[in-house]
T-cell receptor
Framework: AQTVTQSQPEMSVQEAETVTLSCTYDTSENNYYLFWYKQPPSRQMILVIRQEAYKQQNATENRFSVNFQKAAKSFSLKISDSQLGDTAMYFCAFTALNRDDKIIFGKGTRLHILP | GAVVSQHPSWVICKSGTSVKIECRSLDFQATTMFWYRQFPKQSLMLMATSNEGSKATYEQGVEKDKFLINHASLTLSTLTVTSAHPEDSSFYIC???????????FGQGTRLTVV
């Protein structure tokens, strides 16, 4: 069974700073996707970034980038130049490239961006 | 991006009654839809996977007779909470995927309160 672990329940950083959210996962699958989702106070789930396991290059989306270490099963999210609108719950998630397409979520990290 | 609409956004019902939540993919055909439950300040817990025209696959510990899922078309899945009790009060979220192993799009969620 796949598991996703986020070891930081809550974090706070000053606006404009850089913050890194940690995520580790466990799987016996070889082909899979990893995701970071953001859930702001509205509770709408928003995809932040996606990484295909077969790609060595780390995914980047504007201020958001990941550090994907496949051998270590680590998938951290870096937010650069943090903004007040980045305040949200962040969930690391995993899905295996098989038939069931289930997404398994970590417990989440509550991120506060302080003015 | 693709849009998933969930209705209602919030509902209050009396104990013992049933309530139906709809999940619609507005601009794409969803091969698979998922239903999640989220307790306050916690992660998303997968309840079931639903494919059009077939029976839903429930996760371990989820009561099939309590949470009825119908996936009548490629754009609509419904979750009916039968004989609701206060402990069923929660935030329910659906997601839909267009093809296998692609991005999941989330509805805005439904807050259910059973009184």
């Amino acid at each position: 069974a796949q598991t996703v672990t986020q070891s930081q329940p809550e974090m706070s950083v000053q606006e404009a700073e850089t913050v890194t959210l940690s995520c580790t996962y466990d799987t016996s699958e070889n082909n899979y996707y990893l995701f970071w989702y953001k859930q702001p106070p509205s509770r709408q789930m928003i995809l932040v970034i996606r990484q295909e396991a077969y790609k060595q290059q780390n995914a980047t989306e504007n201020r958001f980038s990941v550090n994907f270490q496949k051998a270590a099963k680590s998938f951290s999210l870096k937010i650069s130049d943090s903004q007040l609108g980045d305040t949200a719950m962040y969930f690391c998630a995993f899905t295996a490239l098989n038939r069931d397409d289930k997404i398994i979520f970590g417990k989440g990290t509550r991120l506060h961006i302080l003015p | 991006g693709a849009v998933v609409s969930q209705h209602p956004s919030w509902v209050i019902c009396k104990s013992g009654t049933s309530v139906k939540i709809e999940c619609r993919s507005l601009d794409f055909q969803a091969t698979t839809m998922f239903w999640y439950r989220q307790f306050p300040k916690q992660s998303l817990m997968l309840m079931a996977t639903s494919n059009e025209g077939s029976k839903a696959t429930y996760e371990q510990g989820v009561e099939k007779d309590k949470f009825l899922i119908n996936h009548a078309s490629l754009t609509l899945s419904t979750l009916t909470v039968t004989s609701a009790h206060p402990e069923d009060s929660s935030f329910y979220i659906c997601s839909a995927i267009r093809d296998t192993n692609t991005e999941a799009f989330f509805g805005q969620g439904t807050r259910l309160t059973v009184v």
